[in-house]
């Protein structure tokens, strides 16, 4: 069964860290990218980060540059997205996809996704 699976949200404190996974499962995930996405109630979905599949392109949205890392594990099959210094703002549902590779124009679009998992809430709030 293909499927992406999301873990290591929760309630943080602001200026906390937290660690999400994206374990994939029933292929390989060092074909694709992978790109994180989050969606805050009323609001759009914003492209968060991605990390290409073999030439090790990163990519940021400016509103989590210099303090989420976004990285990979290809022989663990995981990918991961470091976040520290964490935000009220930052508070959304974020989602792990794979792509053939990162599409950025002025943003990370969620074009070509090959698959979604089904989402991680993040709350920071004291």
């Known amino acids: 069964q293909v499927q992406l699976v999301e873990s290591g949200g929760g309630l943080v404190q602001p200026g906390g860290s937290l660690r999400l996974s994206c374990a994939a499962s029933?292929?390989?995930?060092?074909?694709?990218?992978i790109g994180w996405f989050r969606q805050a109630p009323g609001k759009e979905r914003e492209g968060v980060s991605c990390?290409?599949?073999?030439?090790?392109?990163?990519y940021y949205a400016d509103s989590v540059k210099g303090r989420f890392t976004i990285s990979r594990d290809n022989a663990k099959n995981t990918g991961y997205l470091q976040m520290n210094s964490l935000k009220p703002e930052d508070t959304a549902v974020y989602y792990c996809?794979?792509?053939?590779?990162?599409?950025?124009?002025?943003?990370?679009?969620?074009?070509?996704?090959?698959?979604w998992g089904q989402g991680t809430q993040v709350t920071v709030s004291s």
């Open positions: 029933g292929f390989r995930l060092d074909n694709y990218a």
């Open positions: 990390i290409s599949g073999r030439n090790g392109f990163t």
């Open positions: 996809a794979t792509q053939r590779r990162c599409i950025v124009t002025t943003s990370l679009l969620a074009v070509g996704i090959d698959n």
